[in-house]
DNA sequence: GGCGATACTGAACGCCCGGTCATTTACTGA
DNA sequence: TCAGTAAATGACCGGGCGTTCAGTATCGCC
């Protein structure tokens, strides 16, 4: 019996090595120019091992996807846990700075993610897989959504749609990370990402203060 | 004498069948599928004919990535000349719909700058081509820039950077424009594309106009 | 009419790579 | 000890594709 328990732990224990080389992999040379070849040699096994792990590339990706957006909603959702009795308008911040952290930190699953949206897969991972991510996307947006409800109830925020109030906010945040992910964006603008993204942080929140109801009137 | 001049125009006539041939590939297919041979045929010319004409594939896609850049500048510079007199916020919102419009009557164009800006050329096209597109991405930027200024000058907009503002304000457009390009999140977000840009606006709009400064105070 | 120049052609080159499967190796339980 | 099984291997397959260049066709001028 436990020799099949060690069978087990140890099939675990080589997917896990598997997905671990692919990662540096990834991450170090971009998603598309490392070959199974070069995966396999980090992992130190054959090239033909790793299809007893996974099924293809893009499987062995879609794994590091929900990896990094895990990380993501773990970092939103404890900086949104630190600051449960705070106003929205920290807490909104708060959620914010994780997502610039995890950029930051994190810069290779960021990476990720936008190849994901910009429907890098879709095609060709197991559906499971792909609504797992779809998923875990909703529950970030949902985390800013609920944040500005929040708002919403307490006076702090005047707007209509909270929800698309989330779906803007998010939009304009990842646009700077997007932007500024660029050196020469930098250059352009004549300012680092840090700096940009609190500007734009506190354009909205100005925005979402002052309300796009009736703007001459409070 | 004429003869050379004939010669000339053909070779810019060829020229331009084989670019619009590439054009039409790879906006049918995708920047990546499509092969040389896939362009010489809509063409109809041979492969090797392309190389009289073009260094390479690379090559191909800078030039329509210029064209686009272009087409895009002169959407934005024509709703600037027809707001002249207006106020800024109209001027602004002329700006953010020409972009609008662009991405929604030209969405492979965007799409081919949204893959530049992402680093896909870079290396491997003439420095001089690649000079060509930062300049033009620069005067982009450069009229959103001058238009918030002016609504500094007039006291519409308070805010301290212009260009810090207009970098925001162009993070957030082309955020909400790549977020919506998927149709998942129109789902996800309950609205359309057109319905989350507007609203995007206005949030940035009433940020910029409360400003960002002294938040309490006007 | 023929010669040089210019334009064009497409077979061939060189290289890359994801995925498969017959075979080998390692282990285990009887 | 050995048969049965699970795991691992890596040569191989089938395909793809950007780029080159030796050879061919076309043209215009003397």
């Known amino acids: 019996m436990s020799t099949a328990e060690r069978r087990a732990r140890e099939k675990a224990q080589r997917r896990r090595e598997i997905l671990d080389a692919a990662r540096k992999e ?3 040379h971009g998603f598309s120019r490392p070959t199974m070849d070069d995966v396999a040699a980090r992992a130190e096994v054959s090239k033909g091992t790793i299809y007893l792990y996974f099924a293809s590339k893009e499987e062995i990706l879609a794994h590091l996807l929900l990896e990094g957006l895990d990380l993501l ?3 939103m ?11 929205a308008e920290a807490a909104l911040r708060a959620l914010a700075n994780a ?4 950029f930051q930190s994190h810069p290779s699953y960021f990476r990720l993610i936008m190849a994901f949206d910009r429907g890098r897969f879709g095609e060709s991972i197991p559906p499971e897989l792909f609504q797992q991510v779809l998923d875990e996307s909703l529950r970030g947006l949902t985390l800013v959504a609920r944040t500005i409800e929040a708002g919403q109830a307490s006076g702090e925020f005047r707007v209509d749609d909270a ?6 906010v998010w939009a304009a ?4 990370l997007v932007l500024m992910a660029h050196p020469l964006r930098q250059q352009m603008l004549k300012s680092d990402l840090q700096t ?10 100005s925005g979402l203060r002052a309300g796009t109801v009736d ?3 409070g």
Chains 1, 2 share one sequence.
Request: without cysteine; aromatic residues 14%; charged residues 10%.
């Open 26 to 28: 990834f991450f170090e």
């Open 73 to 75: 909603l773990s970092h």
């Open 77 to 87: 959702e404890a900086a949104l846990a630190a600051t449960l009795s705070a106003t």
């Open 99 to 102: 997502y610039l952290d995890f």
């Open 163 to 168: 929800w698309q109030a989330a779906g803007s």
């Open 173 to 176: 945040l990842n646009g700077v």
């Open 196 to 205: 940009m993204f609190q500007a734009t942080m506190d354009l909205v929140l």
């Open 215 to 217: 703007p001459a009137d």
